[in-house]
């Protein structure tokens, strides 16, 4: 786990059986086709349902992954939650198996709590693992966890734990704190991922690892085209290029328009499933987000 994993990653979507089991050999190939484009897998993250899985659940994913031959170090695992014993155990397991490290959400159930408890509950995590080679990116997403990973915590964090709090994804939407972190502790080798694709450029040019993105699913070879060429004469239109596509994904319920797009082209509808409390696109939604996808000269091939 030497090598610090780079570009572009996706929270891979889950698919589900009928009766909403997890459809592990789907799954596996959805991580192979998102492989062969160049994405690293930050599965069980938010648009992975993740936290609609059971702990069990995620560690078998994590264990058929590798299984199947696909390579530990584009991966990026979500291992965060809101008890430390499924935490520790998912990250432990994800360790052993030579993932490139573990997206951690921090404990969200409780709202209102202070650096002060956070910080204990990642150094916990950390002192039971007691493992060199673990590597944690923190996940602040303050819009849906309501509880973020503030500056100063990743500062004490770091002090503390500089070999092993290697990073972040930063989806707050808020450009100015990703170029905070870039600023701050960017020059301390703490790698920094946009947690869209919306801040691809702006992070590269900032000294970023890349980023972290739900559209990564279905959008995969623009969005890496940009991170290779990001340097090239015409990254700011790719940019636009890629900001069009995810607007359109924006306009709907993220988790199952991303569905959407892959039961269409994979030409399978069992990807349609979710697991409640989330529901899937009405006919006319679906309709009218492949209309605008294709309009906007969208498509994917090699889906499965």
């Known amino acids: 786990m030497s090598e610090r994993i780079k570009g572009v990653l996706s929270p891979v979507v889950t698919p589900f059986r009928e ?85 951690m959400l921090p404990p969200f159930y409780y709202k209102g709590v202070s650096d002060e408890g956070l910080y204990r509950y990642f150094s916990e995590v950390i002192q039971r693992v007691a493992d060199d080679r673990l590597k944690i990116y923190l996940y602040h997403i303050p819009p849906v966890a309501q509880v973020g990973i503030t500056l100063p915590l990743i500062e004490r964090l770091l002090k503390s734990y500089p070999s092993v709090i290697a990073g972040v994804k930063d989806s707050s939407g808020d450009w100015q704190n990703t170029q905070a972190m870039l600023e701050r502790f960017g020059p301390q080798g703490f790698d920094v991922f946009a947690g869209s694709e919306t801040f691809l450029l702006q992070t590269l040019r900032g000294g970023g690892a890349g980023c972290i993105s739900a559209t990564a699913n279905v ?86």
């Open 19 to 103: 009766d909403l089991s997890v459809d592990l050999p789907r799954f596996i190939d959805q991580c192979k086709w998102l492989q062969s484009n160049q994405i690293g897998l930050a599965f069980l993250g938010t648009n992975s349902e993740a936290n609609s899985l059971s702990p069990q659940e995620r560690l078998e994913m994590i264990e058929a992954l590798v299984q199947a031959g696909l390579n530990p170090k584009g991966m990026m695992p979500g291992t965060g939650g809101c008890d430390l014993p499924s935490t520790v155990r998912l990250t432990q397991r994800a360790v052993e198996l030579g993932c490139a490290g573990v997206l």
């Open 219 to 304: 959008n995969a070879v623009a969005i890496h085209g940009l991170y290779q060429n990001w340097k090239g004469p015409d990254a700011d239109a790719q940019q636009r290029g890629l900001d069009r596509i995810r607007q359109i994904f924006q306009s709907f319920p993220m988790i199952p328009a991303l569905k959407s797009a892959i039961a269409h082209w994979s030409s399978n509808d069992d990807w349609l499933r979710l697991r409640p409390p989330l529901t899937q696109l009405s006919p006319d939604q679906h309709r009218d987000l492949i209309q605008q996808l294709e309009a906007a000269g969208f498509s994917i091939t090699g889906l499965r």
